[in-house]
């Protein structure tokens, strides 16, 4: 074991959905990111020298976290290590000590392994793996043109304005809404994938695709001024 593990650590925490994990008295022992996974599906013609590419996907990033933690008993241990396992449940919005966000999905929570007593602390760490999309926090901009951050091709986006006239129909990026009182709130979620106006779902409402933005500046359609939300999400 090493000689003053509770103060030979880096100072580093991790965030979980903005809960910082110091909180249950666990700190970063070590991390890494890997890369994103990307697949392409490419042709290429019979003795051919050009390659075409058909399709591709980007996939999520593998996370690998060893956690320490310190508490005045083995049961509180493993009580403090159970939280943090609970807080990782669903997708949680990691914010690592790189400074990017990671959206992601836990795939394995190691088991506790003690390492010893130290002072009054009994301190052991575990090894948590996940996957994960790297991003910014969330961005605001009111204005129908934006110039998007990320390298992400397509980053979910939501698109939302109020009403200025009644329209009988309504251009909102992608989505046609019909129907739209003066004065309405309407939104076309893409992260969350809703259409709603005043909070109801918009009945009628029509689309080729939920909103997006992709890398640069770019200008949405609508004769409102909207409100655009997105996180920049980086490869």
């Known amino acids: 074991m090493k000689e003053n593990l509770l103060t030979a ?11 910082n994990v110091a909180d249950f008295g666990a700190l970063v022992e070590s991390y890494t990111v ?26 999520r990033r593998s996370i690998k976290i060893v956690l320490f933690f310190a508490a005045k008993t083995q ?3 493993a009580e403090q290590k159970s939280q943090v396992d609970a ?3 669903g997708v949680p919005d990691l914010h690592l ?22 002072g009054n602390k009994v301190i052991g760490h575990a090894t948590y793996k996940l996957e994960g999309v790297r991003h910014d ?17 397509r980053m979910d986006a939501i698109f939302s304005c109020v009403t200025t006239a009644a329209r009988e129909t309504l251009q909102v990026g992608p989505v046609t809404f019909r129907n739209v009182p003066s004065g ?22 029509v ?21 655009v939300q997105y996180y920049p999400c980086w490869m």
Not at 9 to 19: A, E
Not at 137 to 153: D, F, K, Y
């Open 97 to 118: 000590p790189d400074g990017f966000y990671y959206f992601s999905v836990l795939k394995s929570a190691g088991d506790l392994e003690i390492l010893g007593v130290e």
């Open 9 to 19: 650590l880096n100072p580093y925490t991790l965030f979980i959905d903005g809960v």
């Open 75 to 77: 049961r509180a241990l």
């Open 207 to 227: 689309f080729t695709r939920l909103p997006f933005l992709v890398p640069g500046q770019q200008t949405i359609e609508c004769p409102e001024l909207l409100t």
């Open 184 to 205: 309405a709130a309407v939104i076309a979620d893409g992260i969350d994938g809703i259409l709603t106006v005043n909070d109801a779902v918009a009945a009628g409402a």
């Open 87 to 89: 807080l990782l449940l």
């Open 137 to 153: 926090a969330l961005q605001t901009v009111v204005s129908n043109t934006v110039a998007a951050r990320g390298t992400m091709p």
């Open 34 to 59: 890997g890369g994103a996974e990307v697949k392409s599906s490419v042709f290429q013609g019979r003795n051919r020298t050009t390659i075409r590419q058909l399709a591709f996907t980007i996939g």
